[in-house]
């Protein structure tokens, strides 16, 4: 999907095209966004930015979206959009401008902000499997590249079982944010052939190589993905990892 299997995680409201382009010689991929696209999502996201949380509120997000993209058509860059959305309708429309501009659709089941679970987006999807899979089901009947951005350790979900169910759906990636159980990506890639990109506390070539050993087939970083010192350093573990037994036949 990219290469280095390196990619940069969205930040709201920070992760644009610049900043996707200022990681691009380190980075095989960037994820843009989040974006809220429907106006359940958009309403909780004015909320987020009421309490001093940065947002994109653009007015048209679809427009957003696609012109993010268009400013990385000449960066050497697997591009990714990470979208937020209360109800399946505008999903389609997403998919098909990443279909277009050869970028990855990304489904946010992840974020856990009280506003964005309240209207039914973000970590709330997790607990709700079936919307879930409609969501990647939409997307992928457009032909995009869709995957889903989750998070480990919530209560009463199966993450590997959930993660097959995607796969059967039409999910091509998982993105998954293993907070304090690294372990989870193991159990994800021996439940299904997705593609594992692994998130939380990528920071040098000790996590990286957890991060391998467990069978993923990337990493990303998040928070520190605008310091280029991390960057350097994850990127070379990445690089010296890859040429030793990490290995997948999607990168």
């Known amino acids: 999907m990219f290469s280095p299997p390196l990619a940069l995680a969205s930040l709201s409201g920070e992760s644009d095209a610049a900043w996707a382009e200022a990681g691009a010689e380190f980075a095989g991929g960037a994820f843009l966004g989040g974006i809220a696209l429907d106006e359940d999502a958009r309403d909780a996201a004015r909320a987020l930015v009421d309490r001093d949380r940065t947002e994109f509120l ?90 889903v951005k989750v998070r480990a350790e919530v209560p009463g979900v199966d993450l590997p079982a959930l993660a097959a169910d995607l796969e059967s759906a039409g999910a091509s990636f998982v993105h998954v944010d293993a907070m304090d159980t690294e372990s989870i990506v193991r159990n994800i890639v021996a439940e299904t052939d997705l593609f594992v990109v ?38 070379d573990a990445v690089v010296e990892q890859t040429s030793q037994d990490w290995s997948s036949p999607l990168l």
Do not use: K
């Open 58 to 147: 653009p007015d048209d997000p679809l427009a957003f979206i696609d012109a993010q993209l268009a400013a990385l058509e000449d960066v050497d860059l697997q591009p990714g959009f990470n979208v937020r959305s209360a109800t399946v309708d505008p999903i389609p429309d997403a998919a098909r401008i990443c279909r277009d501009r050869d970028a990855l659709l990304e489904i946010n089941a992840h974020c856990r902000q009280d506003e964005l679970c309240a209207v039914g987006c973000g970590e709330s999807l997790l607990r709700d499997g079936e919307r879930l899979r409609r969501y990647v089901q939409a997307a992928a009947e457009t032909g995009v590249t869709v995957g």
């Open 198 to 235: 692994a998130n939380n506390g990528v920071r040098d070539e000790a996590t990286v190589n957890e991060y391998a050993e467990y069978g993923a087939d990337a990493v990303s970083v998040g928070r520190p993905s605008d310091n280029p010192v991390v960057l350097e350093r994850v990127h």
